[in-house]
């Protein structure tokens, strides 16, 4: 069974620096890699969504990249701002299952 | 599109009584889930149908628990009867399915059984 892992489980950071969100996973047999970023009380904004050819993506001040071989996607965020606190949540879409397997979240906290 | 569209967005309700939670997946998406996510055990998939049909739901934790799909714009979940331990916030989700494209979540419920 496909097991995601999110490290670290919480992170506080000062404003303007940038940051790395790790996530590995088990079974390299996956679709795609999503993530997903959770504020508190409301539900999951999908942030980038990376298929399994590809190595990475961009979206503004978000990369997401993704090593299939090692079991490993990193969510980078530039310039961090107060905006960018939430729980960043990465999933993999198993190929055959047809699900999404979750991990369990790092909290970011970005002080202004 | 408007998303995934979820009803109704809070729900209190005394424990015995059933619940009856409804979403509505985007146009021309062909796999639906829900999930329940908890501090506890995060999130958790429930059940998901493709092209309306179930197709696991191991992750039912009950009999209380049920889930249907009549048609391909609209699902429910249902528990009956329902219990503190099911307090939660209750996701459903979409996607095109087979990796064709990534989930869209819907905005949640938030359950409370007192």
């Known amino acids: 069974k496909q097991e995601v892992t999110q490290i670290p489980a919480a992170l506080s950071v000062p404003e303007g620096e940038n940051l790395v969100l790790n996530c590995s996973f088990t079974?390299?047999?996956?679709?795609?890699l999503q993530w997903f970023r959770q504020d508190p009380g409301k539900g999951l904004t999908s942030l980038l969504l990376?298929?399994?050819?590809?190595r990475e993506q961009t979206s503004g001040r978000l990369n997401a990249s993704l090593d299939k071989s090692s079991g490993r996607s990193t969510l980078y965020i530039a310039a961090s701002q107060p905006g960018d606190s939430a729980t960043y949540l990465c999933?993999?879409?198993?190929?055959?299952?047809?699900?999404?397997?979750f991990g369990t979240g790092t909290r970011l906290t970005v002080i202004p | 599109d408007a998303g995934v569209i979820q009803s109704p967005r809070h729900e209190v309700t005394e424990m015995g009584q059933e619940v009856t939670l409804r979403c509505k997946p985007i146009?021309?998406?062909?796999?639906l889930f829900w999930y329940r996510q908890t501090m506890m055990r995060g999130l958790e998939l429930l059940i998901y149908?493709?092209?309306?049909?179930?197709?696991?739901d191991s992750g039912m934790p009950e009999d209380r628990f049920s889930a249907k799909m009549p048609n391909a714009s609209f699902s429910t979940l249902k528990i009956q009867p329902s219990e503190p331990r099911d307090s939660a916030v209750y996701f459903c989700?979409?996607?095109?399915?087979?990796?064709?494209?990534?989930?869209?979540f819907g905005s949640g419920t938030r359950l409370t059984v007192v």
């Open positions: 989700a979409s996607s095109p399915g087979q990796g064709l494209g990534g989930y869209t």
């Open positions: 079974d390299s047999a996956i679709y795609n």
């Open positions: 990376i298929q399994s050819s590809q």
């Open positions: 999933a993999a879409y198993q190929t055959g299952a047809n699900n999404l397997f």
């Open positions: 146009s021309g998406h062909n796999s």
């Open positions: 149908f493709n092209n309306n049909v179930p197709i696991d």
